[in-house]
């Protein structure tokens, strides 16, 4: 089940805050109703998923009252176990098939076998490893509750695409929590934005960016290249920024305060700016729980260098088991490492419209290996955007209608429109601005009737970080 569909906004939902609003077992009510959620798409994987949550619950507790270096060999052993889980998952048929592409076709492969991917365990084993590490560290005491600690692992808004939320973040909100009527109508209204953006904006341009990508190299051209990336760059961000609105706003109904997971990353200056930007649950998870045990910036510049590249390629690993993510991964981690050597100080004297575009430019190219199926997928494609073009390619207006270009218009203005760089006193009359203020419920309704009636005709619906 996903948030932009009809059964969940006109039947679990409804159903599920009539019973959450009137129950004292908040907690309970929450497990129960994320379990349905969870259950509904794939129920074969809710054992693993509550497995997932006494494993991490029983090796908290542990941790929490062990020391000396039995505290570390059960920390060790609590990670090891979240990994090979994850690893078992998600990357036994990536690294088998590497392995058999290394032996060469003269030695008898090794079987392949068909693992289906359970719904957002990356993002729930994240959660466990971190909640073990923070335990460890003294950030937070064990949950003694397995009830209030498997709600937490299983709570539906972030269980399946994040934010990746950690325990120390709603720990006093899951002991106790208010929700007042100004919880509800905020988290009302970024659940409303978050489907706005997904349902009006990245849907809409899905259609254009698959039909391109899908292409063969001779049936593209320069132009009808760039579109694809262009289109599929607004779908990522809006796929994906439009969920994680919908999920902290869901949340904030729920009383709980997730962390901002997007902040206008278009609008960067460099490469290290997106990466604050740009999925900050995830790359802050990277940096708290793995840059900085590395050594960090304390290090000397090699070993700075190292650990960047290590955390990206890690990165790219995450968010798929193939070299396409890899390669993904490595390029990020090369511009970091870029930036960090120098770089960094030509882009502070360069003027920030240049700035913008080299940043723009950088991710853009990086999203054709994120989206080709392979690598020489992207290779071939990154050619035909330079130039490498048979020229037999049909005008771009076949693949990209109208509605796709104002869909692209209107999500590029949102995504590089920075307020904060206005005039603080320009900024202080639209917060006071009473006509806009008028405006607001009247366009979330608009908002929320079009992208139901969207959704209603079946229009094209893709989810592409539902498997990560």
């Given amino acids: 089940m996903v948030f932009s569909s009809i059964t969940f906004l006109f039947y679990f939902l409804p159903i599920f805050f009539g019973i959450y609003y009137f129950t004292s077992y908040k907690n309970l009510t929450l497990l129960l109703g994320s379990i349905v959620f969870y259950a509904w798409g794939e129920p074969r994987f809710v054992p693993l998923l509550l497995a997932s949550a006494t494993l991490n619950y029983v090796f908290g507790a542990l941790v929490f009252r062990a020391a000396g270096r039995m505290k570390w060999w059960i920390l060790v052993a609590g990670v090891a176990l979240n990994l090979l889980v994850l690893i078992y998952f998600k990357y036994t048929g990536f690294l088998l098939s590497a392995f058999n592409d290394l032996i060469g076709p003269h030695r008898s492969p090794l079987p392949v076998p068909e693992i289906l991917l359970p719904l957002g365990i990356s993002f729930w084993t994240f959660q466990g490893i971190s909640y073990l590490i923070d335990v460890y560290r003294g950030v937070i005491p064990a949950q003694s509750s397995f009830v209030n600690f498997a709600m937490y692992k299983a709570m539906f808004p972030q269980l399946i695409a994040g934010p990746i939320v950690r325990y120390q973040q709603v720990a006093r909100e899951i002991s106790s929590r208010h929700i007042g009527n100004a919880d509800v109508m905020s988290g009302l209204a970024q659940f409303l934005v978050g489907l706005a953006q997904k349902v009006l904006i990245s849907n809409t341009v899905a259609i254009s960016a698959d039909r391109i990508f899908g292409l063969e190299s001779a049936g593209l051209s320069p132009g009808l290249a760039w579109w694809g990336i262009v289109a599929y760059s607004i779908q990522i961000f809006y796929d994906f920024a439009g969920y994680s609105n919908m999920a902290i706003g869901l949340g904030r109904m729920l009383g709980f305060q997730y962390p901002i997971n997007f902040a206008q990353p278009y609008s960067s200056l460099s490469i290290t700016e997106f990466w604050r930007r740009w999925h900050i649950s995830l790359s802050s998870w990277f940096r708290d729980y793995l840059y900085i045990p590395l050594g960090g910036s304390r290090v000397g510049p090699w070993r700075i260098y190292f650990n960047l590249s290590l955390v990206f390629l890690l990165c790219g690993l995450w968010h798929g088991a193939a070299w396409t993510f890899v390669v993904w991964g490595a390029w990020h981690g090369l511009l970091l490492v870029i930036e960090r050597a120098g770089g960094s100080n030509l882009l502070a004297r ?40 048979s020229g037999t390619a049909a005008p771009w207006q076949m693949y990209v209608p109208h509605t796709a270009v104002v869909a692209i218009v209107i999500g590029a203005g949102l995504a590089l429109f920075r307020r904060d760089q206005w005039p603080g006193a320009i900024q202080q009359r639209m917060l006071d601005a009473q006509w806009l203020k008028a405006l607001a419920v009247p366009t979330l309704a608009i908002l929320f009737m079009v992208s139901v009636a969207s959704l209603a005709a079946g229009t094209y619906n893709p989810f592409i970080y539902f498997r990560f």
Avoid at 363 to 385: E, I, K, N
Wanted: glycine residues 4%; positive net charge.
């Fill in 350 to 389: 360069l003027p920030s419209v240049i700035c913008r575009v080299y940043t723009l430019l950088a991710v853009m190219l990086g999203w054709v290996f994120f989206r080709a199926d392979t690598v020489p997928h992207a290779v071939s494609y990154l050619a035909v955007m330079f130039g490498a073009s």
